[in-house]
């Protein structure tokens, strides 16, 4: 690749899902041998703040330094605003522009697969969007146009390899060699795309650790949960294995720069060990006397709903196969709405599977909200958190609840608009949390048919090296808002003073050896 005289470029190499203490230790010990050489050469550091309390709207504040706190973005399903009423949201259709839209026309980009970041816009060099994500909601799409189809025709159509928590062994084998193939093809993709022109910016993200870090955490080294029984080890590393088939994607990106490139690793968020609390989550307001159901009837109490529960769980899921997406959100939203007696609810539960949602039905706010403003809306959220630091696993024996985030001590401001009042975190788990105790009496759920024993950690992860890179070593954890910002200074552009982040001046040297 040829380099322009004006300025080094900066390449940004991201890992969906790339979880920040799997990196750290196969860097360390030369698994991952060109992220290591990133880490020892310059600066690493965990991503942390605010921004973390979801996986959700994650890549859309990285890589536009917008805060989830303006543009909402919290769940794939959300409740809308002035009503009771939920509703998909997808992060491209926020109006939340990347960074690299505020770059000037002479500058030469290659972005490539960047999660929730809308579709492309016209600019010198290539972008390509959704070929190969790890839940694509949309078609494939470039710029140029004419780039997709060359794409498609070199490098095959958009590939969609979803994960299955009902897969058999045999099923997880075969998604096994698709996510190695793909994280392969999409390394030979990344060497035609960028070793044809020069580039001032290149960003590529991977999305296979994301998907098979799902499909295969049951499977890892230390691991109590279930496998099947016919498991041989063949996939007892296959997570590691597919770190190293992005690793070796990477080291060919690498390869096509110059070597006065600044590179920046980045990955959205971690893993953990946890099993869906969706069940729970609808459960506890009731419970404990915040949400009641329409008088007369039972939460739930819709005859689709009644003929569902007296199908077997297994029955349930696979029935729900059938209904198309529309379909499936119009009964999640009609359901929800349905069950509730608004005019006495106090807190309610927003569906979600992992991290826990609550939101006040505040006067003001919620159509037949109840709950005034200041005083009473600050005091209903004290007891309900106190009610909840009450929860035990009987497993354990331990509170169920590790962490309780009130969105108004996270993000400032008057109570939000969009987002949940609060944000709950249950304690990590290998098994799964059938029920818990409060003193009110026991608190069961089911199976949901999304039962999956991982989720995601409040981490990401970040380390950068080049001469325009301070070589600090550990970081410790970095803000998230912080990187948009770092990414514009390295590519030689005045701070945005609409961002709230900041350069990372343990990042960025001051003095920038490029010219510039």
């Not at 996939?235 to 190293?244: E, G, H, R, S």
């Not at 529960?309 to 959100?329: C, D, H, I, T, W």
């Not at 039905?361 to 909840?388: C, H, M, Q, S, W």
Request: aromatic share 8%; proline share 8%; net charge negative.
């Amino acid at each position: 690749m040829k380099q322009h005289a004006d300025r080094a470029p900066l390449v940004i190499l991201g890992i969906d899902a790339g979880d920040p203490e799997l990196i750290m230790r196969w860097a360390s010990d030369g698994t991952l041998p060109n992220i290591g050489s990133i880490v020892r050469r310059g600066c690493f550091g965990k991503t942390a703040g605010p921004e973390m309390v979801s996986e959700h709207g994650v890549w859309v504040s990285l890589m536009s330094g917008i805060s989830r706190a303006e543009h909402g973005y919290h769940y794939f399903r959300q409740l809308k605003p002035g009503s009771y009423t939920l509703a998909p949201v997808r992060g491209r259709e926020l109006g939340v522009e990347p960074f690299w839209t505020r770059l000037p026309a002479e500058k030469r980009i290659a972005v490539i697969d960047v999660p929730d970041i809308a579709a492309p816009r016209p600019h010198p060099g290539l972008q390509l969007s959704e070929w190969a994500t790890h839940y694509p909601y949309y078609p494939a799409s470039s710029y140029p146009d004419e780039l997709l189809a060359r794409v498609g025709s070199e490098f095959g159509p958009q590939t969609v390899i979803h994960e299955d928590p009902a897969s058999d062994y045999s099923e997880d084998r075969k998604l096994y060699a698709q996510l190695m193939e793909r994280a392969a093809k999409k390394g030979r993709l990344c060497r035609s795309l960028l070793g044809e022109k020069s580039f001032d910016l290149v960003v590529a993200v991977f999305a296979e650790a994301h998907t098979g870090s799902h499909q295969f955490w049951r499977y890892r080294p230390g691991s109590n949960q279930p496998v099947p029984k016919e498991h041989d080890g063949e996939l007892t590393d296959a997570i590691k294995n597919l770190y190293q088939a992005i690793d070796a994607a990477f080291g060919e990106i690498l390869a096509l720069q110059p070597p006065d490139a600044n590179v920046v690793l980045v990955s959205s968020v971690g893993m953990k060990s946890q099993w869906p609390a969706a069940g729970l989550s609808a459960a506890i307001p009731f419970a404990l006397g915040y949400q009641f159901a329409p008088k007369g009837v039972s939460s739930g109490f819709d005859p689709l709903n009644l003929l569902r529960k007296m199908l077997p769980q297994s029955v349930r899921n696979a029935l729900s196969g059938f209904l198309s997406s529309k379909a499936r959100e119009n009964l999640v939203s009609d359901k929800f709405s349905k069950a509730t007696d608004w005019s006495r609810t106090r807190i309610f539960s927003i569906p979600s599977y992992y991290t826990s949602q609550f939101r006040v039905n505040l006067a003001g706010r919620e159509p037949e909200g109840i709950v005034e403003p200041g005083a009473e809306y600050e005091k209903t959220l004290d007891e309900f958190e106190a009610e909840l630091r009450k929860l035990v696993d009987p497993v354990t024996r331990r509170p169920a609840i590790k962490a309780i985030r009130r969105t108004q001590d996270l993000f400032g401001g008057d109570p939000p608009e969009i987002l949940p009042d609060l944000f709950v975190e249950w304690e990590e788990a290998d098994h799964f949390v059938a029920r818990v105790q409060h003193p009110q009496g026991e608190i069961v759920q089911s199976q949901c048919e999304f039962h999956r024993g991982s989720d995601h950690s409040q981490f990401g992860f970040v380390a950068a090296a080049g001469p325009a890179i301070e070589n600090n070593g550990d970081l410790g954890e970095v803000s998230l808002l912080d990187l948009t910002p770092t990414f514009l200074a390295l590519l030689g552009q005045p701070p945005a003073e609409e961002l709230a982040g900041k350069v990372l001046s343990s990042i960025k040297k001051k003095k920038d050896p490029t010219p510039g």
